[in-house]
């Protein structure tokens, strides 16, 4: 009868530390980035596309002002309210002594530079989807903005969901680095892709999810969904519910302005204020994507 | 312990079911400082989209058509309104509207905002009977107005 227990509790440290094993934070050595030099024009471009300042800038910051990424701002969620931190170039509250790989592993892996998990409410379940060579210009780019000291603020999230061992689980469940669209797609398309799944991360607020948080695919990608702060909602991109054509589209991404001359409001209005700085033939990219939808067809 | 008389309960819950409001009033009768304002989007909407016409291309440049759309613009920007935003009327108070609680909260930056409006309807009623060049030129600073309210005051959808 002991016997048994013994084998009983070595097989459960077993299947335990098994778990904590295959969730554990990843990352990868200097050698995922090996002979890439980062450019900063190109790290802007990519910096814009994804939108960074708009949730790192300070609440309320415009023009010069939004290139300070002192954090702050919050966002509430069915899982707790989390605070986007400081991600200026302040060596200490900031990420100025970040090596490229750190940058990487943040934005492929989800892991701090100290192997923690960070919070899905960091889009990296998008991010994963970047290049190589576009982290390289990102950490290029965000060496010439300016240091910060304002510490970043802790997240407002309860038990338990502040494990953030469990993170891992919810990594395997759902962190996927392939694309989304498959099948033939044009240049633009796939310009537009990259724009859409990986630095634009459209899918983060328009497509919906499932209880655990994963962002649902198929013919849910990119159909709308609740606003997860609780008010309101954000609007499905697929047909027939989205009848724009291309042409209203990229006018919506570049002024604001609906076909019925409504204006972008709420969040969208900072992601056509970064869309609007991207070169026309990005925002054209993106809507022969999203002309390709819905998925699973 | 005193007892309620059944006749002094039941003409207190008369008077509780009759006095309260139905539910969903507001989606059978709009608040009218709401219907007032969203008709106002509605009106600044309706000029834009002939000088947005314009400018995208969509319809031949038209100087008299462009200068009296510009100059509704210029008046609607310039009418004094305040009354349709009554306390109270707010997403969290009542159905209908997405204009966020914070509008309350920072009368003076709304105010400043709406100078900003007005700058560029006015800039725009100089332009827009000019040429279609000018036009062009005005629409985005007064996209920019408009967005920069909606941005801070107007909830998603």
Same mark, same amino acid.
């Given at each position: 009868?002991?016997?048994?227990?013994?084998?009983?509790?070595?097989?459960?440290?077993?299947?335990?530390?098994?778990?904590?094993?295959?969730?554990?934070?990843?990352?990868?050595?200097?050698?995922?980035?090996?002979?890439?030099?980062?450019?900063?024009?190109?790290?802007?471009?990519?910096?814009?596309?994804?939108?960074?300042?708009?949730?790192?800038?300070?609440?309320?910051?415009?023009?010069?002002?939004?290139?300070?990424?002192?954090?702050?701002?919050?966002?509430?969620?069915?899982?707790?309210?989390?605070?986007?931190?400081?991600?200026?170039?302040?060596?200490?509250?900031?990420?100025?002594?970040?090596?490229?790989?750190?940058?990487?592993?943040?934005?492929?892996?989800?892991?701090?530079?100290?192997?923690?998990?960070?919070?899905?409410?960091?889009?990296?379940?998008?991010?994963?989807?970047?290049?190589?060579?576009?982290?390289?210009?990102?950490?290029?780019?965000?060496?010439?903005?300016?240091?910060?000291?304002?510490?970043?603020?802790?997240?407002?999230?309860?038990?338990?969901?502040?494990?953030?061992?469990?993170?891992?689980?919810?990594?395997?469940?759902?962190?996927?680095?392939?694309?989304?669209?498959?099948?033939?797609?044009?240049?633009?398309?796939?310009?537009?892709?990259?724009?859409?799944?990986?630095?634009?991360?459209?899918?983060?607020?328009?497509?919906?999810?499932?209880?655990?948080?994963?962002?649902?695919?198929?013919?849910?990608?990119?159909?709308?969904?609740?606003?997860?702060?609780?008010?309101?909602?954000?609007?499905?991109?697929?047909?027939?519910?989205?009848?724009?054509?291309?042409?209203?589209?990229?006018?919506?991404?570049?002024?604001?302005?609906?076909?019925?001359?409504?204006?972008?409001?709420?969040?969208?209005?900072?992601?056509?204020?970064?869309?609007?700085?991207?070169?026309?033939?990005?925002?054209?990219?993106?809507?022969?994507?999203?002309?390709?939808?819905?998925?699973?067809? | 312990?005193?007892?309620?008389?059944?006749?002094?309960?039941?003409?207190?819950?008369?008077?509780?079911?009759?006095?309260?409001?139905?539910?969903?009033?507001?989606?059978?009768?709009?608040?009218?400082?709401?219907?007032?304002?969203?008709?106002?989007?509605?009106?600044?909407?309706?000029?834009?989209? *002939?000088?947005? /016409?314009?400018? !995208?291309?969509?319809?031949?440049?038209? &100087?008299? %058509? $462009? #200068?009296?759309?510009?100059?509704? @613009?210029?008046?609607?920007?310039?009418?004094?309104?305040?009354?349709?935003?009554?306390?109270?009327?707010?997403?969290?108070?009542?159905?209908?509207?997405?204009?966020?609680?914070?509008?309350?909260?920072?009368?003076?930056?709304?105010? *400043?905002?709406? /100078?900003?409006? !007005?700058?560029?309807?006015?800039?725009? &009623?100089? %332009? $827009? #009977?000019?040429?279609?060049?000018? @036009?062009?030129?005005?629409?985005?600073?007064?996209?920019?107005?408009?967005?920069?309210?909606?941005?801070?005051?107007?909830?998603?959808?």
């Amino acid at each position: 009868m002991r016997r048994w227990f013994v084998r009983l509790l070595i097989l459960a440290v077993i299947v335990i530390a098994l778990g904590l094993w295959i969730t554990r934070p990843r990352s990868d050595g200097a050698e995922a980035l090996a002979g890439l030099t980062g450019d900063v024009t190109r790290g802007e471009a990519v910096f814009t596309a994804a939108g960074c300042a708009s949730c790192h800038m300070a609440e309320g910051a415009s023009d010069e002002a939004r290139l300070v990424l002192t954090g702050g701002q919050r966002f509430a969620s069915p899982f707790g309210t989390f605070t986007a931190p400081n991600i200026s170039q302040d060596p200490d509250q900031g990420i100025g002594t970040w090596s490229a790989p750190d940058l990487w592993n943040a934005l492929h892996h989800g892991t701090s530079p100290q192997g923690r998990h960070y919070y899905p409410a960091f889009p990296y379940a998008s991010y994963i989807r970047m290049e190589p060579q576009q982290v390289a210009d990102l950490h290029a780019y965000l060496a010439t903005l300016p240091a910060d000291p304002t510490p970043s603020q802790p997240h407002d999230v309860p038990f338990p969901f502040n494990i953030r061992t469990a993170l891992g689980g919810w990594k395997l469940l759902f962190l996927r680095d392939g694309w989304v669209m498959q099948g033939d797609l044009n240049e633009a398309e796939q310009r537009g892709r990259v724009l859409v799944e990986a630095l634009g991360h459209c899918a983060e607020c328009h497509s919906p999810r499932n209880a655990l948080g994963g962002l649902k695919t198929g013919a849910d990608w990119l159909s709308g969904a609740p606003n997860p702060a609780g008010r309101g909602s954000f609007p499905d991109l697929t047909p027939p519910e989205m009848s724009w054509s291309e042409a209203e589209l990229v006018e919506y991404f570049t002024s604001g302005f609906t076909p019925e001359f409504d204006m972008a409001g709420g969040h969208m209005s900072h992601v056509v204020q970064n869309l609007a700085q991207l070169p026309e033939s990005d925002r054209a990219a993106i809507a022969a994507y999203l002309k390709r939808l819905p998925l699973g067809q | 312990m005193p007892t309620i008389r059944p006749l002094a309960l039941g003409l207190g819950l008369a008077v509780a079911v009759v006095s309260a409001p139905p539910l969903h009033a507001q989606d059978a009768m709009p608040n009218p400082a709401v219907k007032a304002r969203q008709s106002l989007m509605t009106l600044f909407a309706f000029n834009l989209g *002939t000088l947005g /016409a314009m400018a !995208q291309g969509n319809m031949e440049y038209d &100087a008299t %058509a $462009a #200068g009296a759309a510009a100059n509704n @613009l210029m008046a609607l920007s310039h009418l004094d309104l305040a009354a349709l935003w009554p306390e109270g009327t707010d997403a969290d108070s009542i159905d209908g509207t997405r204009a966020l609680p914070d509008l309350w909260a920072n009368f003076p930056d709304v105010t *400043t905002k709406i /100078a900003a409006l !007005q700058t560029a309807t006015t800039a725009m &009623a100089d %332009a $827009a #009977g000019t040429d279609l060049a000018g @036009l062009q030129g005005a629409m985005g600073p007064l996209g920019a107005a408009c967005g920069a309210c909606h941005q801070a005051y107007r909830a998603s959808e």
